[in-house]
């Protein structure tokens, strides 16, 4: 069974950047869909962005699309999101998933779920 870890959270004044790391142990990810998932307090869990096992496919939220970045490295085990122009609507514990698929990427069916890390923007 896979086990992921985010890191890369924290506080960030609105415009700033920050970059999310997602490290996957007990597992390969080299096979799997991943994806990054943001849960506001008093909202429920919402799709932030997904990149297919290649890194060739990636799909991202309307409200992310210009400014968050998905990518991947299958050696290190790890994937990445990037965050620019970040807003105070940001704020929110960021989640990553993985799903073992290479024939699609998902959209609500991911197998496993990290612990998440708090990210807060503000204004």
């Known amino acids: 069974q896979v086990q992921l870890v985010e890191s890369g959270g924290g506080l960030v004044q609105a415009g700033g950047s920050l970059r999310l790391s997602c490290a996957a142990s007990?597992?390969?990810?080299?096979?799997?869909?991943m994806s990054w998932f943001r849960q506001a307090p008093g909202k429920e869990r919402e799709f932030v962005a997904a990149?297919?096992?290649?890194?060739?496919?990636?799909r991202y939220a309307d409200s992310v699309k210009g400014r968050f970045t998905i990518s991947r490295d299958n050696a290190k085990t790890t994937v990445y999101l990037q965050m620019d122009s970040l807003k105070p609507e940001d704020t929110a514990v960021y989640y990553c998933?993985?799903?073992?698929?290479?024939?699609?990427?998902?959209?609500?069916?991911?197998?496993?779920w990290g612990p998440g890390t708090q990210v807060t923007v503000s204004s």
């Open positions: 990149i297919s096992w290649s890194g060739v496919n990636t």
């Open positions: 007990g597992r390969t990810i080299s096979s799997a869909a």
């Open positions: 998933a993985v799903k073992y698929t290479t024939r699609y990427l998902p959209v609500n069916d991911w197998d496993y």
